[in-house]
């Protein structure tokens, strides 16, 4: 890889962007009436109307710069806003080698992480705590909640580290100067929720993705701002059955040592590996009485995902933890790929995690 633009990309832009200029003022003179009526909106987005064929121009994007979450990122986005995936013209490939120039370079070492724990026919389970799963009882249970027949939203996603981001290249490797946040919502996690509510709808499931950023400008405290987050929604829209928090997991300790990258194939396309996360109280503390159920609800999901897309999952872990699932019996955190998977491959999982939470929240 990797980035890719057209040769003579910048002096062409640069023309028909003198032209778009020109029609941007003259559509400005002969409708300054209308325009201003609108408000500054109107003069943000003014629409150039040429045989049919609209082109909008509107003020987008933030200054990444300024948030210190944001660390590097400027560059990053910078470059990916010249990246062109499909184009027929000529392109010429920048290497990242050339983009870093003189930073060290660490290895990032991709893998599929198989089965693990308590094995149970095509799926797994890493269990921390001192309880005795039958996985094979549980998976006979129903789930705790049913889904209603409505258009109504029945789905939550939320997001508790917002900016946790991907890599932009893929070709073995990583930069000293790489960060792993990103406060550019359609280049972090944020994007992937994007891609599991737009499955979950077209499906007919009433879902929002809520890509409030709880971790930024703090990483402390933003589990309790997501839990904020989370009943707000559930005091509006009560009918809520499912809360899902999507994660961006890391694994390594980076360096000379390098990262791991998770991934699998499916259809000839490589995509991030998921972890689903499962909380268990035993004593009381978290206020998480029906744990057992968000269990039954995970081993369904795993079993699903690996019945689909083989690979697709890491084995589930079921912990003595609550991350703010104690809300509801269908609340689940799910880590989608690592720092070192590629935005794109999160994506995919993103939309293949859709059409396996359809099937399982339909059947």
Not at 13 to 37: E, M, Q, R
């Amino acid at each position: 890889m990797v980035y890719r633009r057209k040769k003579g990309q910048s002096k062409f832009l640069g023309v028909i962007g003198g032209i778009l200029t020109a029609a941007a003022v003259v559509n400005l003179f002969f409708n300054a009436d209308s325009i201003f009526k609108a408000g500054g909106s109107a003069i943000a987005a003014a629409i150039i109307s040429d045989n049919d064929e609209v082109v909008k121009v509107e003020k987008t994007g933030e200054n990444m710069a300024e948030n210190p979450l944001a660390e590097n990122d400027t560059d990053e986005t910078t470059e990916n806003t010249e990246s062109t995936a499909e184009n027929n013209g000529e392109e010429e490939t920048i290497d990242p080698a050339e983009e870093f120039a003189g930073e060290a370079v660490y290895p990032v070492i991709e893998t599929n992480i198989g089965a693990s724990g308590t094995l149970y026919e095509n799926i797994s389970v890493k269990n921390t705590t001192g309880y005795d799963i039958d996985i094979g009882s549980l998976l006979e249970r129903d789930l705790g909640f049913t889904m209603d027949d409505s258009s109504e939203v029945q789905v939550l996603i939320v997001h508790t580290h917002a900016t946790e981001g991907y890599m932009s290249y893929d070709n073995g490797t990583y930069h000293e100067s790489f960060s792993s946040r990103n406060t550019d919502n359609s280049q972090n996690v944020c994007a992937v929720g994007d891609e599991i509510a737009a499955e979950l709808s077209r499906q007919g499931i009433g879902v929002i993705n809520d890509t409030t950023q709880h971790d930024n400008p703090s990483y402390n405290g933003s589990y309790d701002r997501s839990l904020e987050t989370i009943n707000s929604y559930l005091e509006k829209y009560p009918n809520i059955k499912v809360v899902l928090d999507i994660h961006r997991d890391s694994i390594g300790y980076g360096g000379e040592q390098g990262k791991t990258k998770p991934t699998f194939t499916f259809d000839g396309k490589k995509a991030a590996q998921i972890m689903i996360m499962s909380g268990y109280d035993g004593t009381g503390e978290y206020n998480f009485p029906f744990w057992e159920e968000n269990l039954v609800f995970a081993l369904k999901l795993q079993k699903t995902a690996e019945d689909m897309f083989p690979g697709m999952t890491r084995p589930l872990y079921f912990g003595d933890f609550a991350y703010n699932m104690n809300v509801n019996n269908g609340s689940l955190l799910i880590e989608v790929g690592t720092d070192m998977n590629t935005l794109e491959e999160a994506k995919y999982t993103g939309e293949l995690l859709g059409k396996v939470l359809a099937k399982v929240l339909q059947s």
